[in-house]
């Protein structure tokens, strides 16, 4: 399978835990997004990675959210001190090039926090 | 006003239909748009680029009029697996990250 994938597929955490998910992007795509989606709404951009330089943070991103990709390949996102609403749909998605609109979306990790 | 608003739905309509989908946006520097479709619990999947006035692919056609910043997505012969939502999507920013619609659920039915 050459398409994005994430790891874990779903994650159940407590209130007040870490918890960290993973994005393995398409090979030769240089640019890494993440996403969160809620019930009802559409995607909303976290933020943005072109190579391994994180360029764009969203609003959304609050200090509690950390976002890497050291290598500027796979891509970790982790959230401390987790909240109930946290609890979303974590897409990442990658695309290729500079000019290129198009993004890729992985299966996504299914936070809950009870 | 929202950066792309979309009409909610739901729509419902019977196999063989036609149906069409709207959406504005508001940046009017906007200069490609695209149509996602997310079926329930999965990732968004890319539909339809739509960089001119218009795009045609099979049964579905998008249409564009910058003039009202409006893009549509018709579907023709709706078939059962045409049921999911389907999002109006517009790059936004340096990092061309996507602003999404909040999406339009449609229900083909038998």
């Known amino acids: 399978d050459t398409g994005v994938s994430q790891n874990p597929r779903h994650k159940i955490t407590k209130r007040g835990q870490n918890v960290t998910f993973r994005c393995d992007p398409i090979?030769?795509?240089?640019?890494l997004y993440w996403y969160r989606q809620t019930l009802g709404q559409g995607p909303e951009f976290l933020t943005y990675?072109?190579?391994?330089?994180?360029?764009?943070k969203s609003r959304l991103l609050s200090d509690r959210f950390s976002a890497e990709r050291p290598k500027g390949s796979f891509s970790t996102l982790e959230i401390q001190r987790t909240e109930q609403g946290d609890s979303a749909m974590y897409l990442c998605?990658?695309?290729?090039?500079?000019?290129?609109?198009?993004?890729?979306f992985g299966p996504g990790t299914r936070l809950t926090v009870t | 006003r929202k950066e792309v608003e979309q009409d909610p739905g739901p729509f419902n309509v019977p196999e063989g239909a036609t149906v069409a989908f709207n959406c504005t946006y508001s940046?009017?520097?906007?200069?490609?748009f695209f149509w996602y479709r997310q079926d329930c619990r999965k990732e968004p999947k890319l539909l339809m680029s739509v960089y001119s006035s218009g795009n045609e692919d099979g049964r579905f056609t998008a249409q564009l009029n910058r003039a009202s910043q409006y893009i549509s997505l018709l579907i023709r012969d709706s078939k059962l697996s045409d049921s999911a939502t389907y999002l109006c999507?517009?790059?936004?920013?340096?990092?061309?990250?996507?602003?999404f619609g909040s999406g339009t659920q449609l229900t083909v039915l038998p």
């Open positions: 998605a990658s695309s290729f090039g500079l000019e290129s609109y198009e993004q890729y």
């Open positions: 999507v517009v790059p936004s920013g340096s990092a061309r990250q996507l602003t």
């Open positions: 090979s030769e795509h240089n640019r």
């Open positions: 940046n009017s520097a906007s200069q490609s």
């Open positions: 990675f072109q190579n391994e330089a994180q360029l764009e």
